[in-house]
């Protein structure tokens, strides 16, 4: 008999890493995982777990069915866990094309190859199995400054070309449960930070650009507000919820967070002017610049996680002041990995994205 394993998607990007390096250091099961190494995908975030007997990276992408097909017949995997997806609206709105592709084509591909997978199993093992849909918050539109946190029941209102992908997707997995049966399950984040993102995000990028003396772009009045949650919470609740969540139920997850993006900033600029008071700019807060805002930007996101809490018996570990000091001190800690990720194409994108 095989050992049991879990098929992760998009493994090597933030939060994928991030969980595949915390299921490890927790589970027994073994991982395979499934990521076509896009700009964001960097496999240098699992070297830590590279020679772990347990772990198998394969590069190829979700929407090629023969080779999904393949690996859950060799595999035989008792959850998937879909992370692997284009995530960054300012991305959405220069090129939406590859991400209709990867977040509509590819988890409809990954359904299809699920579902004729869980077929073929035998009753014990098909009630057992699990697909796991990681989404977000932005699925829902934005809020007003008065407004309730999203829930569950919360009517979908999709702005950008990355969240109507998301939405999409979304609708996709509910139907395949109520249609077919599969079982399934589906979570909402909110904005994660924490080690390993990608720096076009918004905590890494003011990290970076604060240490090394670049102008902080902001985007318009910088009074957006967002619910932060540390990632390594928000792999513990996808955990959760593979464990104990109801088949063809949606989880809300959020860190209970609610912070206007300038106090963001001027957190980290402050916590910076702590640990590194010798960097070219100090204070670091006077880099700050503010940009033109981006087109159809959501004002406000929040979330309710109180089905998470009074159902699964999950709340968020870190504060933003706790996970956000962690969060610094690990890129402060980690230069080489901003250098290797920080390419040519980084400095370009950062260039035509915000003309500085």
């Not at 496999?43 to 979700?62: C, E, K, M, T, W």
């Not at 949650?229 to 609610?258: F, K, S």
Request: proline share 5%; charged share 20%; hydrophobic share 35%.
């Amino acid at each position: 008999m095989q050992p049991e394993t879990i098929l992760v998607t998009g493994g090597a990007g933030f939060i994928g890493s991030n969980f595949v390096l915390q299921w490890l250091a927790s589970e027994s099961s073994s991982i395979i995982n499934l990521d076509k190494l896009t700009y964001a995908g960097n496999p240098a975030n699992l070297s830590a777990v590279s020679h772990d007997r347990r772990y198998r990276f394969l590069q190829g992408d979700i929407c090629d069915r023969e080779l999904v097909a393949e690996l859950l017949i060799t595999h035989r995997p008792r959850a998937i866990i879909h992370f692997a997806a284009e995530s960054h609206v300012d991305r959405s709105i220069h090129g939406p094309d590859d991400f209709i592709r990867t977040n509509v084509n590819g988890t409809f591909s990954l359904l299809e190859e699920s579902r004729a997978y869980w077929s073929g199993l035998a009753k014990k093992e098909r009630d057992s199995f699990r697909f796991l849909h990681v989404s977000t918050d932005e699925v829902y539109g934005s809020l007003g400054p008065d407004d309730p946190a999203f829930t569950e029941r919360t009517q979908y209102a999709p702005n950008s070309p990355y969240s109507a992908s998301k939405a999409a997707s979304d609708h996709l997995v509910r139907a395949y449960f109520h249609t077919y049966g599969l079982r399934v399950l589906t979570t909402n984040c909110s904005n994660n930070y924490g080690p390993y993102q990608f720096p076009e995000k918004l905590v890494p990028l003011v990290i970076l650009h604060a240490m090394s003396g670049k102008a902080i772009p902001v985007y318009g009045d910088g009074q957006n507000v967002r619910d932060w949650i540390y990632v390594a919470d928000h792999c513990e609740a996808i955990r959760t919820v593979l464990a104990r969540g109801r088949t063809g139920e949606t989880y809300n997850i959020g860190g209970g967070n609610e912070m206007k993006n300038i106090e963001v900033v001027e957190t980290i600029c402050s916590t910076l002017d702590e640990l590194r008071p010798n960097d070219p700019v100090v204070p670091h807060k006077v880099l700050i610049k503010f940009v033109p805002d981006r087109p159809g930007h959501d004002r406000r996101y929040a979330m309710s996680s109180a089905k998470m809490e009074s159902d699964l018996g999950w709340k968020p570990r870190e504060t933003f002041a706790s996970g956000i000091r962690k969060t610094v001190q690990w890129y402060v800690d980690n230069q080489p990995w901003i250098e290797n990720v920080t390419s040519g194409s980084y400095r370009q994108w950062m260039a035509t994205q915000y003309s500085m």
